[in-house]
């Protein structure tokens, strides 16, 4: 079922520091390319998402960057802070599909 | 809106016994989603439903587990019986297709134990 890798697994970054997180699918056909943040106790939440026709996309601290050839997109995190310790979600899909990575537990040190 | 709705929140039961883990998608909303978190695995989808009909369960375990969405405010996700390696974070989640391009929604979770 696994269609989407993500990683690292885990990731300890200095506050002011930038959190990159990787991932890469496989089926050419998913056009939607969202990142779900998740704080503990809390259901995943849609935080930042891009569609294939851009290369990238950026809402305050946080940037999309995709790359179509080689089937990988990332997240950027700029000026990591405390409160962005969490896990996130990259993910893959269509109208009819949405395929999820294993998640990145991300933790920010003040 | 209240945004998705699951319950209970928390749900501790022995082995062997049958689970009812509830539902309530935003209204308006016809996709509806049943994932299952663990450490080892990650969020896996369970199966999914559109307009009140099941169209993907191949994510089921087994035949231990079934889903039911028997109208557009009402889903079930049921273990009978359940084992501990069930033990997870389920998550229910709904989403509309349109500009909002599946946009999913999560429910706050419930989290069984199987002793």
């Known amino acids: 079922q696994q269609q989407v890798k993500q990683s690292p697994q885990s990731l300890i970054v200095q506050k002011g520091g930038i959190s990159i997180i990787n991932c890469a699918y496989e089926?050419?056909?998913?056009?939607?390319f969202p990142w779900y943040q998740q704080f503990p106790g809390k259901g995943p939440a849609l935080l930042i998402a891009?569609?294939?026709?851009?290369s990238e996309k950026k809402e305050g601290r946080f940037t999309i960057s995709f790359n179509k050839s080689a089937k990988q997109f990332s997240l950027h995190i700029m000026d990591s802070q405390p409160g962005d310790s969490a896990t996130y979600f990259c993910?893959?899909?269509?109208?009819?599909?949405?395929?999820f990575g294993a998640g990145t537990r991300l933790t920010v040190k003040p | 809106d209240a945004g998705v709705i699951q319950s209970p929140r928390h749900e501790v039961t022995e082995m062997g016994q049958e689970v009812t883990l509830r539902c309530k998608p935003i209204?308006?909303?016809?996709?509806l989603f049943w994932y299952r978190q663990t450490m080892m695995r990650g969020l896996e989808l369970l199966i999914y439903?559109?307009?009140?009909?099941?169209?993907?369960d191949s994510g089921m375990p087994e035949d231990r587990f079934s889903a039911k969405m028997p109208n557009a405010s009402f889903s079930t996700l049921k273990i009978q019986p359940s084992e501990p390696r069930d033990s997870a974070v389920y998550f229910c989640?709904?989403?509309?297709?349109?500009?909002?391009?599946?946009?999913?929604?999560f429910g706050a979770g419930t989290r069984l134990s199987v002793l």
């Open positions: 989640a709904s989403s509309t297709p349109g500009l909002a391009k599946n946009i999913q929604y």
């Open positions: 089926n050419t056909a998913f056009d939607y």
């Open positions: 891009i569609r294939p026709d851009v």
């Open positions: 993910a893959a899909g269509d109208n009819n599909d949405m395929r």
């Open positions: 209204s308006g909303h016809d996709y």
């Open positions: 439903f559109n307009n009140n009909v099941p169209i993907d």
